[in-house]
């Protein structure tokens, strides 16, 4: 079963940056559009950033001009370059497809947004 494993999480400051990395134990990237996703405590998994095959890609309102989704194919990798971060964007982050049916969850990687 192919395995997604989220790091690069961390605590940063309001306006900071961070980027996440999602590596994947397969070569799953050429044939699966993925997405990241977030949950916030409290609140249900919510879709942040997705990456088509084609390379194309789609953001929600609440991260669009702030964070940038891409991928390496090469290394089985996905990234979630995050700028300007805000309070708000504080949650566990995860990688998987962009839709059903999806691969195993994983971990997460913890985000925290906080002077």
């Known amino acids: 079963q192919v395995q997604l494993v989220a790091s690069g999480g961390g605590l940063v400051q309001p306006g900071g940056s961070l980027r996440l990395s999602c590596a994947a134990s397969g070569r799953i990237f050429s044939i699966y559009a993925m997405g990241w996703y977030r949950q916030a405590p409290g609140k249900q998994r919510e879709l942040v950033a997705i990456?088509?095959?084609?390379?194309?890609?789609h953001y929600a309102d609440s991260v669009k001009g702030r964070f940038t989704i891409s991928r390496d194919a090469a290394k089985n990798t996905v990234y979630l370059q995050m700028n300007s971060l805000k309070p708000d964007d504080t949650a566990v982050y995860y990688c998987n497809t962009h839709a059903p049916p999806f691969l195993s969850w994983g971990q997460g990687t913890q985000v925290t947004v906080s002077s």
């Open positions: 990456i088509m095959g084609s390379g194309s890609t």
